[in-house]
């Protein structure tokens, strides 16, 4: 990517910190390496100079069900009780589900709690090729495309692992 590019994308995510905390929502399905996104982003935001925070909820009983107003809590109190949370600019916020991105934002941008603390920048879906074809009869990721063709997410990132060129380029073709 172009310098002037990843400036732009930059100056984007830092604007407006002062009053509110920038979010990056990192979504996708069980198993796609959502974790290790976030890691990987929050590393490349800190070589920015930019103070980031990686949030994800406490437990995985707590991330097996997606409930908004229990997210908007957990995220609330890590932005207060953790140090790092309490002084970063961006958090990049890993939601643990997947097949309703639409209704989520929907849901965390009504939020008055969510609106007065925090602001989406960008979302981003993470995709493993490893687990893209669950079921030979039906594409999983009819989520995915309709939330890239709808404007949902901003990105997708698309992790090949140990597939075949051909099948990649299949997956490629999808989306």
Do not use: W
């Amino acid at each position: 990517m172009p310098a002037s590019k990843t400036d732009d994308l930059i100056l984007k995510l830092i604007e407006g910190t002062q009053e509110k905390t920038n979010i990056i929502i990192v979504s996708g399905i069980p198993g796609s390496g959502k974790g290790r996104t976030s890691d990987f982003i929050g590393r490349q935001l800190a070589l920015e100079n930019i103070k980031t925070a990686c949030f994800k909820m406490p437990t995985v009983q707590d991330s097996l069900k997606y409930v908004s107003d229990k997210f908007i809590k957990e995220l609330t109190s890590f932005k207060h009780l953790d140090s790092k949370g309490r002084e970063a600019q961006v958090i990049i916020a890993t939601l643990p589900s997947y097949n309703h991105l639409k209704k989520v934002i929907f849901e965390l941008k009504k939020s008055e709690e969510f609106g007065r603390l925090f602001d989406i920048k960008y979302v981003i879906s993470k995709v493993s090729a490893r687990n893209f074809y669950m079921n030979k009869n039906r594409n999983c990721f009819q989520y995915l495309i309709e939330n890239c063709t709808k404007g949902v997410s901003n990105a997708v990132i698309l992790e090949s692992g140990n597939m075949s060129q051909s099948e990649v380029n299949i997956m490629y073709r999808t989306l």
